[in-house]
């Protein structure tokens, strides 16, 4: 293994190592596993190419979570080379069963994740919650479907929640206030800035990592989702939580003792 992003991620033996590879795509090192979220590495329309390759990452990926089916989320190109080179299992949702299949997925690495079905998988407790697909001026998604999911991970004692893309939802400010380490996704089709700030500050998490933003080309057709605001929305955070504010760079290593 020659990529020293990866070395350095692998190398942590206690605690929460987090490192973005753009998007939604993230890397978790705890407890001996590598977790993954919504890798797409190998799209031709990325700003930059991914830190950590895919065929880097594959012989040493435990487990990849895939919160809904777009293709940003669920990449075909990445998730072929992992069915082809890793041996990791993939958490997703119903809706996402068919592209698996189509990615030569085998059935016996995945695992289906439905909203507020709690499940362990190798020790780690998981539960996936409700997200519900924004689009364009602060609206819901025509097509958004209600199997998409969220996930809370109880890691090292600690609690993490990846939204996916979603929208605000009343129930993430009622019953998710033990979060300690929130991901959030400050555009026009999540939950931009101000229900990004409503969300921190209701959770109160002791670590925010804003994704979805800076990774692919933006144009007038797509720019509602391929930028984010993530400096704006620090900026109208109190204080106190902007120290909790961590905007990674691709391929920062990040360490939560």
Known sequence: MANSILEKLLALKTGIGICWLGNLGWLIRTEGRLL????????DSRLQPSPIATEELAPVLDIQFITHG???HFSGPTSRILAEQSACRFILPTNCLDNAREFGIPESRITIA???QAFELDGIPIEPRRALHGH?????????????CGYVLTLD?????????????QEQLEDLEDTDILFVSPTLHNTHIEASKTLIEFL????????HFGTYIP????????VGYPDELKAVLPESLQTCFHKLDQGDVFHIA
């Open 36 to 43: 993954a979220f919504d890798l797409d590495l190998d799209r």
């Open 70 to 72: 777009h293709g940003d």
């Open 114 to 116: 439905h909203p507020f």
């Open 219 to 226: 144009n007038e057709q797509n720019s509602y989702w391929t």
């Open 157 to 169: 004692g600690r609690k993490l929640y990846q939204p996916g893309d979603t929208v605000l939802l």
């Open 204 to 211: 109160q998490p002791d670590y925010i990592f804003p994704q």
């Open 136 to 148: 364009t001026n602060f609206t819901v998604y025509r097509r958004a479907n209600p199997e998409d």
